[in-house]
């Protein structure tokens, strides 16, 4: 489904059909990152994220992983969970609190090459937008040097931080 706020609704079909599916932990990812990113429907997309850890603590081990594996699946559905509610918050005006939740999140994402790049990504603009522009740069180069889809957006926003950064004498 290209259009995200028909795909929000159809995971919320699902969510309310098939509420002890196996797949439930993907759906409430999928519908709370959706609703984030499009910073709609966000106390909806906040109550789904903040359910996250729980049901993903509550999920069942599937029997093709081992324990290491699923206990990753379950970081990364954790950080994914933290990385959507900063961004509600940089929705919210709150880049602050955004920033610790960004930040909460990175150990978490750093197994998975594009979570982690978008998770960066949104740190590195979260500092920027405080014209904190060290840590801002710092962030958004590790998102460059990824190869992700936030590679150029990255970039971007790196190349305004550099034009608002002091120069230092050389």
Known sequence: QPDPAALAELFERY??????????????VAVAATMSEMGKNLER???????I?????????????????WMQQRNTWKGLALSI???????????????????????LLAAVPVPRAR????LGYAYAKLGRLDPARR??????????PYKAAAQDVLNKVE????????
């Open 15 to 28: 969510l309310e059909t098939f509420g002890d599916s196996t797949y439930l932990v993907p759906a409430y």
């Open 45 to 51: 997309a906040e109550a789904l994220a903040q359910r």
């Open 53 to 69: 850890p729980e049901r993903a603590d509550k999920a069942a081990r599937p029997e093709n992983q081992t324990e290491e594996q």
């Open 85 to 107: 509610q900063g961004q509600i918050l940089m929705h919210q005006e709150k880049t602050p609190e955004a920033i610790a939740k960004f930040t909460e999140a990175e150990p």
């Open 119 to 122: 998770n960066l990504f949104r």
């Open 139 to 148: 962030y958004l180069m590790q998102v460059v040097a990824l190869e992700s």
């Open 163 to 170: 034009q608002r950064r002091p120069k230092r004498p050389q």
